[in-house]
């Protein structure tokens, strides 16, 4: 689901221009970021199924991917946003962080806990969609489309404006741009796919 956290991250970049795309980027992977240290030390762990492949695992992901845990990681990240660039900045890098988790949901078999370290043995969460890749894969695709259209327009409104404000032609470094956000989600969703 790689590509499509940052399907959404571009759609994130077109609400708050003033965000750095880097920081929106990573806010949508900070789940995952956190989690490599903790999958190289096995305090948290994968188990192949079906053949491995896209979302062929269940993931032991129960300190990061946890719903307490991932609430707490949005809200400090959002905090460092606050400091750095401001309350609107704060609220989107805030959810981008916490919105990881909300489209994991979608994905994942039940394999991800509502506290840390699955304290209490309550009831796992994940709706599986992994178990159909088809449904999984679209759903990348609809958001990796999406991401990009918005990314599109924004990039567009704000090289117009730009252009106008300078008197000059509309720059064709904003359909660049664009087009390499594009090209960039897509190849995120096909290493999804092939598993790299």
Avoid: C
Avoid at 26 to 53: A, K, N, R, S, Y
Avoid at 160 to 181: D, L, Q, T, Y
Wanted: charged letters at 10%; glycine letters at 12%; hydrophobic letters at 55%.
């Amino acid at each position: 689901m790689f590509a499509g956290h940052f399907g959404l991250a571009a759609a994130a970049k077109a609400a708050s221009p003033k965000t750095p795309l880097w920081a929106i980027m990573l806010g949508t992977q900070l789940l995952d970021v956190i989690f490599v240290p903790l999958l190289l030390t096995g305090m948290e762990t994968t188990v192949e199924t079906d053949g491995g492949g896209y979302g062929g695992a269940v993931i032991h992901a129960d300190y990061t991917h946890s719903l307490v845990s991932a609430l707490i990681i949005a809200l400090l990240a959002g905090l460092g946003a606050w400091r750095l660039w401001g309350k609107r900045s704060a609220g989107v890098i805030g959810g981008v962080v916490f919105s990881h988790w909300l489209l994991d949901l979608l994905v994942h078999r039940s394999d991800m806990p509502i506290l840390p370290g699955n304290l209490g043995s309550l009831p796992l969460m994940g709706f599986g969609l992994w178990k159909w890749p088809f449904i999984s894969g679209a759903l990348e695709v609809l958001l990796i489309a999406v991401g990009a259209v918005m990314y599109y327009r924004s990039v567009r409104l704000r090289a117009r404006n730009a252009s106008e404000i300078a008197g000059g032609a509309f720059p064709a470094k904003a359909v660049w741009a664009a087009a390499v956000m594009a090209v960039l989600l897509t190849g995120s969703f096909i290493s999804d796919l092939i598993g790299i």
